[in-house]
């Protein structure tokens, strides 16, 4: 049978946030992924703020293969360290980039010895749609950074990060849809449906 489900490309080759992102919608979108429509592209993400990446992303993917679709951009900002790494959560342990494992502990290391460990997460999300144009969503989660990791679920900044309303727990140690419940991507990508309800 022939589904009407409206379709969406979340421009992430992150399996993790594909996955977290499609719990939330659950049958309302059809969510594709980049491997879907065939995309193999080293996006790049230039930008200086989480929305100018965010932007970045979706407008490759609106631009070179025409889809209708959400980009997200996250950073993990902690007060101690004035904000850092933000923006640069991806890149920021020195080489490629994206070595979840080394900036984790480059984290650790920076945070030895600070007693204010108050961080936060937030989520920039872009919706670009032929019918609404430009739309932007984000969600915040408050916290603090543990002192060593725990945990093996979720990925990222997971183990060291000690959501206020979880009783102690990091986001590793929580299941997605318990993660998804309080998360800075729950948060917005349940704005994002409510955007798409009224279109
Ligand atoms: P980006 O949005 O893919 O650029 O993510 C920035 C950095 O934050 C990457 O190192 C991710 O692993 C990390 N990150 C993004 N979202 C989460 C999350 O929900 N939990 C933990 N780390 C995350």
């Known amino acids: 049978m022939a589904s009407n489900q409206r379709e969406i490309v979340f421009a992430t080759n992150n399996s993790h946030k594909l996955s977290e992102l499609r719990a939330v919608v659950g049958d309302r979108l059809k969510v594709l992924s980049l491997a879907d429509i065939n995309c193999h592209d080293d996006i790049p993400e230039t930008g200086s703020t989480l929305e100018e990446n965010s932007m970045l992303k979706a ?9 209708d679709c959400i980009a997200d951009d996250t950073g993990l900002e902690v007060e101690a360290l004035n904000g850092e790494p933000g923006v640069r959560s991806a890149r920021y342990a020195p080489g490629d980039g994206h ?21 936060r997460f937030r989520t920039v999300i872009t919706l670009l749609t032929d019918r609404n144009g430009r739309q932007v969503v984000d969600g915040i989660v408050n916290g603090s950074i543990g002192i060593e990791p725990v945990g093996c679920n979720g990925f990222g900044y997971d183990p060291v990060f000690l959501p206020d309303e979880a009783d102690g727990l990091t986001f590793a140690q929580m299941d997605t849809d318990a993660k998804n419940l309080i998360s800075h991507r729950g948060r917005a990508t349940r704005q994002l449906l409510t955007l798409l309800e009224h279109q």
Request: proline letters at 0%.
């Open 59 to 67: 407008l490759w993917v609106k631009e070179k293969y025409g889809y």
């Open 99 to 119: 070595d979840s494992l080394a900036n984790m502990k480059l984290l650790l290391i920076n945070m030895e010895g600070v007693v204010n460990r108050r961080a």
